[in-house]
C-alpha cells in the first residue's frame, strides 16, 4: 500500500468534527479536551499539532484507554469540575459532541470561556432534515447514525439546532469567530448560504468561540 493510499485510510477514520477542530487550533497551543473520550482528538493534536494537551473524561474506561497512549488525561464531569481551573487556564477549551449530554450547557458553556481564550463546540444538529422528518413520519424520536440510541437508552438530554446554539451565543456574550455545518456527506456547508439552510441541512456544526 502506497503513503498516500494509507493516509487516505487514516483520514477516512478521523471524525469529521475531529479535522475541523484540528484546523481551528494553532500549533504548540494548551488544549482541554472536554469528555474526551479515548483521547482520539488529543492524540491528533498531539501528533500534528504539537499541542500541550489535557483532557477530562467521565468514564474510567476511556481514561484508561487514553493514559495507555501517553495522553494526561483525568476522570471528571463538565458540569461539576471545571469550575476547579482558574481563569485563562488554557488557549482553547473543546467540547466535542459532548454538549447535549451535561446537564447545564449553558454553564458548561460560560466555563469554557472562562478557562480558556477560545472555546471550540462541535455538536449534532437536531433541526436536520433527516430528524424532523422521521418525527414528522413517523412521530417518534429519530435514530440516525450520529443519534444511534433509542430515546430511553440515550446520554443525550439536551438536544439543540444549529439555530438555537447561535441563540445560546448570543444569550452568554460569545463572539462566534467561525462557525462550519457538515452535511450527512461529510462536506462541509458553503458560508453564503442563509443559517436557516444550515439549520436544514447541517447534520453537525462546529463552532469557534470567543468572549465578547
Not at 481564550?117 to 437536531?126: E, Q, T
Request: proline share 4%; aromatic share 8%.
Amino acid at each position: 500500500m502506497s503513503n498516500n493510499q494509507e493516509q487516505q485510510n487514516t483520514l477516512s477514520t478521523i471524525r469529521h468534527d475531529h479535522l475541523i477542530i484540528k484546523s481551528m487550533i494553532s500549533p504548540n497551543a494548551r488544549v482541554l479536551d472536554i469528555g474526551c473520550g479515548d483521547g482520539a482528538l488529543l492524540e491528533l493534536l498531539r501528533e500534528e499539532k504539537n499541542v500541550d494537551g489535557r483532557g477530562i473524561e467521565i468514564s474510567q474506561k476511556n481514561v484508561n484507554h487514553a493514559v495507555a497512549k501517553g495522553l494526561s488525561v483525568i476522570q471528571g464531569d463538565a458540569d461539576s469540575d471545571l469550575v476547579n481551573y482558574p481563569d485563562k487556564s488554557f488557549d482553547y477549551a473543546v467540547l466535542s459532541l459532548t454538549i447535549q449530554a451535561t446537564k447545564n450547557p449553558k454553564l458548561v458553556l460560560e466555563q469554557l470561556l472562562r478557562i480558556a481564550d477560545y472555546a471550540i463546540v462541535s455538536f449534532p444538529n437536531f433541526g436536520h432534515w433527516k430528524i424532523r422528518w422521521q418525527i414528522l413520519a413517523f412521530g417518534r424520536m429519530p435514530v440516525t447514525d450520529k443519534l444511534p440510541e433509542q430515546w430511553y437508552d440515550t446520554p443525550n438530554i439536551h438536544f439543540c439546532t444549529v439555530k438555537d446554539f447561535a441563540t445560546l451565543c448570543k444569550t452568554i456574550n460569545a463572539k462566534v469567530e467561525e462557525a462550519i455545518t457538515i452535511n450527512g456527506y461529510g462536506k462541509e456547508l458553503s458560508d453564503n448560504i442563509p443559517l436557516f439552510v444550515h439549520n436544514l441541512l447541517g447534520r453537525e456544526a462546529v463552532f469557534l468561540l470567543s468572549k465578547n
